[in-house]
């Protein structure tokens, strides 16, 4: 389709006022970057950014563009950038959150001992064999052991000169050949002891529902820098983008309840099911809502953002039940603020989203970098960061104390 006003994309004009200033930007490029008014009727989204569009350019173009200049480079990157930094969070929780132990987190271990397979654990350790030599200061180091882990005294079935002996004569074989001082064999030994007892004692709780926020999440990214790049090809394009993008939003917020509500709920079934259940018919309504062409009109822009604030806010009544049932938690305190935070940031991404402001103040000025789409997409991706933060203190409360 040509564009609006007899011009192609290939020969469309340079916006007006920016020659001088905007032409090295595009001044090799065969395809060229054209103005508001010459766009076909689908790309007219907002009036107030004045230049610097593609329009129907072909895709090999467009996939190049990615690494040009024109008002959607920032959208792009925005959101893919995230998307990377939601993989790489995504590998690190599924290959080092389940095995890293806090040494602070030990100070809860009496209450786990308490339901430990103590068999299990003293099976674990005998099969440590005494081999490595004595050091000088073993019993410095037994002494150490014991004050560290005083929950000790919860393990009726060992004696504490037998376990601390296991545990001695397993130190790893690298103590027996460096010459570290007393200080760092100590506080190495901790870490290591640390290490080998956890897991035996704490048994991880399901962590299905904290990936499915991270799946969400990405999701949600990637759709949204896929379709700020590839919108320009076609009307019929700009549509399935479109589609895909609003479904990356609910995904991203129905995903978001799944962890507070799970490991706030775990114990109570109930409730855990008709919070999860809620959130999740919602985001699968307000995704078919989205199939609908008519939702994608401009004079609609202020009605969707509406709709998918007022999903996240419908949040606020699993988090107040949480506070009721936990207010004598501190992880619970520690959770909900990091949930505030999130609702604020979202909450401020869909507001400047729907009075697009800066761009409003000063058509033209914002149009390649600082205009809202860009700052909606940077509080998204702060926001989605700081949920994630939360889902490491959930799954930390409930590994260590279960129901």
């Not at 999903?311 to 520690?334: C, D």
């Not at 935070?341 to 761009?359: D, K, N, Q, S, W």
Request: proline residues 6%.
């Amino acid at each position: 389709m040509a564009a609006e006003g007899g011009e192609s994309p290939a020969t469309g004009s340079i916006p007006r006022g920016k020659e001088g200033k905007g032409r090295p930007l595009w001044k090799n490029v065969k395809y060229q970057l054209v103005e508001y008014h010459s766009l076909p009727g689908y790309l007219k989204d907002n009036e107030y950014i004045l230049g610097y569009y593609r329009a129907e350019w072909p895709l090999k173009q467009i996939f190049l563009s990615i690494f040009t200049i024109h008002n959607e480079t920032l959208n792009v990157w925005t959101h893919l950038i995230g998307f990377f930094l939601f993989l790489a969070l995504t590998i690190y929780t599924a290959m080092k959150v389940p095995k890293v132990v806090d040494l602070q987190s030990l100070q809860h271990l009496p209450d786990v001992l308490k339901k430990a397979d103590l068999q299990k654990i003293q099976s674990e350790l005998v099969a440590c064999l005494p081999s490595l030599p004595h050091l000088s200061h073993l019993q410095r180091l037994k002494n150490e052991v014991k004050t560290s882990l005083a929950s000790l005294d919860m393990l009726p079935s060992l004696s504490h000169r037998h376990i601390l002996q296991l545990l001695s004569n397993c130190l790893p074989h690298r103590y027996a050949h460096a010459n570290f001082s007393n200080v760092s064999v100590l506080s190495a030994m901790k870490d290591d002891v640390a290490n080998m007892i956890a897991p035996l004692v704490v048994r991880p709780i399901s962590r299905w529902p904290f990936f499915a926020f991270l799946g969400g999440a990405m999701f949600c990214l990637l759709a949204s820098s896929i379709c700020h790049l590839l919108s320009c090809h076609s009307r019929r394009l700009a549509y399935i983008m479109l589609r895909i993008d609003y479904a990356g939003i609910a995904a991203l917020i129905s995903t978001s309840f799944y962890p507070p509500v799970y490991y706030s709920f775990m114990c109570n079934p109930f409730f855990c099911n008709i919070y999860l259940g809620f959130i999740t018919t919602l985001g699968i309504a307000m995704i078919v809502v989205s199939l609908f062409p008519v939702f994608q009109r401009p004079e609609f822009r202020v009605i969707r953002a509406s709709l998918f604030f007022g999903m996240g806010v419908s949040g606020v009544i699993p988090v107040l039940h949480k506070l009721i049932v936990f207010s004598h938690r501190p992880e619970a305190l520690h959770t909900t603020g990091y949930e505030i935070l999130m609702g604020l940031l979202y909450g401020l991404g869909a507001l400047v989203y729907a009075t697009r402001i800066p761009e409003r103040w000063m058509p033209g000025k914002f149009d390649i970098a600082g205009h809202s789409h860009q700052l909606f997409h940077v509080l998204v991706v702060a926001g989605a960061y700081t949920h994630y933060q939360a889902g490491l203190v959930y799954l930390k409360w409930r590994d260590l104390e279960g129901c």
